[in-house]
Protein backbone atom coordinates (compact mmCIF):
# COMPACT_ATOMS: atom_id res chain seq x y z
CA UNK A 1 0.00 0.00 0.00
CA UNK A 2 1.22 3.29 -1.03
CA UNK A 3 1.64 6.34 1.53
CA UNK A 4 -1.86 7.97 0.08
CA UNK A 5 -3.67 4.93 0.64
CA UNK A 6 -2.21 4.27 3.65
CA UNK A 7 -3.60 8.02 4.68
CA UNK A 8 -7.44 7.12 3.26
CA UNK A 9 -7.22 3.96 5.53
CA UNK A 10 -6.06 5.82 8.31
CA UNK A 11 -8.94 8.43 8.37
CA UNK A 12 -11.38 5.43 7.32
CA UNK A 13 -11.15 4.54 11.34
CA UNK A 14 -8.96 7.06 12.79
CA UNK A 15 -7.89 5.84 16.04
CA UNK A 16 -8.19 8.24 19.47
CA UNK A 17 -10.44 11.42 17.70
CA UNK A 18 -12.06 13.43 20.20
CA UNK A 19 -11.49 15.52 23.02
CA UNK A 20 -9.89 13.40 26.24
CA UNK A 21 -12.60 14.94 29.40
CA UNK A 22 -10.11 13.69 32.19
CA UNK A 23 -6.95 14.68 30.59
CA UNK A 24 -3.77 16.15 32.45
CA UNK A 25 -2.74 18.18 29.84
CA UNK A 26 -3.32 19.73 26.43
CA UNK A 27 -1.72 21.28 23.71
CA UNK A 28 -2.49 23.55 20.59
CA UNK A 29 -0.66 24.40 17.43
CA UNK A 30 -2.62 26.23 14.09
CA UNK A 31 -0.29 26.96 11.15
CA UNK A 32 -1.19 30.25 10.06
CA UNK A 33 -0.30 29.23 5.82
CA UNK A 34 -2.95 26.25 5.66
CA UNK A 35 -5.67 27.44 8.74
CA UNK A 36 -5.40 23.64 10.19
CA UNK A 37 -5.53 23.28 13.60
CA UNK A 38 -4.32 19.96 15.85
CA UNK A 39 -4.98 19.38 19.52
CA UNK A 40 -3.71 16.69 21.71
CA UNK A 41 -4.42 15.74 24.70
CA UNK A 42 -2.34 13.28 27.41
CA UNK A 43 -3.16 11.09 30.23
CA UNK A 44 -0.35 10.05 32.31
CA UNK A 45 -0.10 7.35 34.57
CA UNK A 46 2.69 5.88 36.35
CA UNK A 47 4.94 2.69 35.55
CA UNK A 48 8.09 1.54 37.80
CA UNK A 49 8.67 5.22 38.82
CA UNK A 50 8.40 6.99 35.45
CA UNK A 51 5.85 9.05 34.39
CA UNK A 52 4.10 7.32 30.79
CA UNK A 53 1.54 8.23 28.81
CA UNK A 54 -1.50 6.33 29.57
CA UNK A 55 -3.70 7.61 26.50
CA UNK A 56 -3.10 10.67 24.15
CA UNK A 57 -6.19 11.71 22.08
CA UNK A 58 -6.50 14.37 18.99
CA UNK A 59 -8.94 16.44 17.40
CA UNK A 60 -7.69 18.03 13.71
CA UNK A 61 -9.10 21.10 12.16
CA UNK A 62 -7.36 20.53 9.32
CA UNK A 63 -6.72 18.37 6.58
CA UNK A 64 -6.63 14.56 6.22
CA UNK A 65 -3.08 13.66 6.27
CA UNK A 66 -3.11 16.13 9.94
CA UNK A 67 -5.59 13.55 11.21
CA UNK A 68 -4.18 10.00 9.40
CA UNK A 69 -0.67 11.13 11.90
CA UNK A 70 -2.06 11.87 14.47
CA UNK A 71 -4.31 8.64 14.82
CA UNK A 72 -1.31 7.23 14.30
CA UNK A 73 0.75 8.77 16.79
CA UNK A 74 -1.40 8.64 19.71
CA UNK A 75 -1.64 4.57 19.22
CA UNK A 76 2.60 5.15 18.83
CA UNK A 77 2.11 7.32 22.36
CA UNK A 78 1.04 4.64 24.38
CA UNK A 79 3.22 3.37 27.45
CA UNK A 80 6.01 5.70 26.21
CA UNK A 81 7.42 7.25 28.79
CA UNK A 82 7.77 11.24 28.62
CA UNK A 83 11.13 11.18 27.66
CA UNK A 84 10.44 8.80 24.77
CA UNK A 85 7.89 11.26 23.50
CA UNK A 86 9.94 13.80 23.46
CA UNK A 87 12.54 12.47 21.54
CA UNK A 88 9.69 11.28 18.48
CA UNK A 89 9.88 13.48 15.37
CA UNK A 90 7.04 14.04 13.07
CA UNK A 91 8.89 11.73 10.57
CA UNK A 92 8.31 9.06 13.36
CA UNK A 93 5.02 10.25 14.18
CA UNK A 94 3.74 9.86 10.64
CA UNK A 95 6.68 6.40 9.70
CA UNK A 96 3.24 4.11 9.76
CA UNK A 97 2.31 6.01 6.41
CA UNK A 98 5.08 5.80 4.74
CA UNK A 99 7.33 9.33 3.54
CA UNK A 100 4.88 11.51 3.07
CA UNK A 101 5.42 14.27 0.13
CA UNK A 102 7.18 17.33 0.61
CA UNK A 103 3.93 19.04 0.58
CA UNK A 104 2.15 17.13 3.09
CA UNK A 105 5.53 17.31 5.50
CA UNK A 106 4.12 20.03 7.56
CA UNK A 107 0.82 18.19 8.55
CA UNK A 108 3.04 15.50 10.28
CA UNK A 109 4.99 18.92 11.88
CA UNK A 110 1.59 19.83 13.17
CA UNK A 111 0.88 16.78 15.07
CA UNK A 112 4.43 16.94 16.64
CA UNK A 113 3.65 20.40 17.92
CA UNK A 114 0.61 19.87 19.73
CA UNK A 115 2.60 16.69 21.07
CA UNK A 116 5.09 19.03 22.39
CA UNK A 117 2.86 21.87 23.24
CA UNK A 118 0.74 19.06 25.18
CA UNK A 119 3.94 17.03 27.37
CA UNK A 120 4.85 20.91 28.39
CA UNK A 121 1.56 21.02 29.73
CA UNK A 122 0.98 24.12 28.30
CA UNK A 123 -3.43 24.01 28.80
CA UNK A 124 -2.96 27.59 29.04
CA UNK A 125 -3.53 27.92 25.21
CA UNK A 126 -6.95 26.40 26.04
CA UNK A 127 -8.44 29.75 26.74
CA UNK A 128 -11.91 30.72 27.49
CA UNK A 129 -13.78 32.33 24.68
CA UNK A 130 -13.91 35.66 26.38
CA UNK A 131 -10.13 35.60 26.67
CA UNK A 132 -9.24 34.35 23.43
CA UNK A 133 -8.21 37.29 21.68
CA UNK A 134 -7.03 37.46 18.20
CA UNK A 135 -3.31 38.10 18.85
CA UNK A 136 -3.02 34.50 20.44
CA UNK A 137 -3.35 33.33 16.86
CA UNK A 138 -1.37 30.27 17.70
CA UNK A 139 -4.73 28.83 20.21
CA UNK A 140 -7.88 27.40 18.50
CA UNK A 141 -10.01 30.14 19.82
CA UNK A 142 -7.27 32.52 19.16
CA UNK A 143 -7.27 31.15 14.80
CA UNK A 144 -11.43 31.19 15.60
CA UNK A 145 -11.22 34.74 16.09
CA UNK A 146 -8.65 35.58 13.70
CA UNK A 147 -9.71 37.72 10.51
CA UNK A 148 -9.38 34.54 8.24
CA UNK A 149 -11.82 32.80 10.32
CA UNK A 150 -14.32 35.55 10.33
CA UNK A 151 -13.98 35.82 6.67
CA UNK A 152 -14.25 32.67 5.65
CA UNK A 153 -11.49 31.29 4.69
CA UNK A 154 -10.85 28.81 7.73
CA UNK A 155 -13.17 25.53 7.63
CA UNK A 156 -13.94 24.29 11.29
CA UNK A 157 -14.97 20.57 10.74
CA UNK A 158 -16.88 19.52 13.42
CA UNK A 159 -15.46 16.16 15.46
CA UNK A 160 -17.60 14.25 16.94
CA UNK A 161 -17.38 15.36 20.82
FE1 LIG B 1 -1.92 22.00 6.55
FE2 LIG B 1 -2.20 19.38 6.25
S1 LIG B 1 -2.37 20.91 4.71
S2 LIG B 1 -1.97 20.47 8.08
Given at each position: MNTEDKIQDAIANP???GEMTDADS???VGNPECGDMV???????????????DRASFQSFGCQTAIAVASMATEMLKGKSVEE???????????????????KLHCGEMVEGALRAALKGDSEDCPE??????????????DMNAPAMKSG??????LDE
Amino acid sequence: MNTEDKIQDAIANPQNMGEMTDADSVGTVGNPECGDMVRMWLKFSEKDGKKVIDRASFQSFGCQTAIAVASMATEMLKGKSVEEAEALESTDLSEPLGPLPPMKLHCGEMVEGALRAALKGDSEDCPEPAEASAASSNTLLGDMNAPAMKSGRLKVVKLDE
